[in-house]
């Protein structure tokens, strides 16, 4: 009965290769964000979506593109990985993003760049 | 620009005692103010918030806050700590009309028996 999951929970990978990182909420919010806690645990939004449609886009290298199949997934593609990548990545979602409802967090995915 | 300090970096406190964590904010209207946990290997759980109204705010676990405009502060309080409570610990201003949520950068409570 998990609210927010992401899969998976850790991935270690290689300089340069492609990554997909999932996400779902089982609560019927209608937003949905990724969020990057680098390694001094500062907490970054990347980027928000609202009933499939992006809101959000935080000047993040467009070597990360979110993709949004419906309003319960929102998964994060990321390409040609770099060791500056390596961090904590959240899924979040709230019920009506605009009037600022509190965001529930998944528990985050560790990506190591190796 | 919107911007949310914690000035105490790591916090250690005997359990038991109580505690109070700093925050403040800058923002250009009232804001909407949260605080969240995280545990280790976890994700963040929301403590509590402050939308309007009352400015003392209870949340789960014991814990408070308290809104001061004119300090522009929302520091988290708790009278008594208990040992589960050690984590880390995040202020939050939201930006209205937005999605976005800006953190401040943590504090870590540590609670010793």
């Known amino acids: 009965d998990t609210a927010v999951s992401q899969t998976p929970k850790y991935l270690v990978t290689q300089m340069g290769n492609d990554k997909s990182i999932k996400c779902e909420q089982n609560l019927g919010h209608d937003t949905m964000y990724w969020y990057k806690q680098d390694s001094k645990k500062f907490l970054k939004i990347m980027f928000s979506y609202n009933n499939k449609e992006l809101i959000i886009n935080e000047t993040v290298p467009n070597r990360f593109s979110p993709k949004s199949p419906d309003k319960a997934h929102l998964n994060l593609h990321i390409n040609s990985l770099e060791l500056g990548d390596s961090a904590v990545y959240f899924c979040?979602?709230?019920?009506?993003?605009?009037?600022?409802?509190?965001?529930?967090f998944g528990d985050g995915t560790r990506l190591s760049i190796l | 620009a919107q911007s949310v300090t914690q000035p105490d970096i790591h916090i250690t406190v005997s359990e038991g005692a109580s505690l109070e964590l700093r925050c403040n904010y800058s923002?250009?209207?009232?804001?909407?103010l949260f605080w969240y946990v995280q545990s280790p290997g976890q994700g963040l759980q929301l403590l509590l918030k402050y939308f309007s109204g009352d400015t003392l705010v209870q949340g789960i676990k014991g814990f408070e806050a308290e809104f001061k405009r004119s300090q522009s502060s929302f520091n988290l309080r708790k009278p008594s700590v208990h040992w589960s409570d050690a984590a880390e610990y995040f202020c939050?201003?939201?930006?209205?009309?937005?999605?976005?949520?800006?953190f401040g950068t943590g504090t870590r409570l540590q609670v010793f028996p």
């Open positions: 979040a979602s709230s019920p009506q993003g605009l009037d600022n409802q509190p965001q529930h």
């Open positions: 939050a201003v939201g930006v209205r009309n937005t999605d976005k949520l800006i």
């Open positions: 923002y250009g209207a009232t804001p909407y």
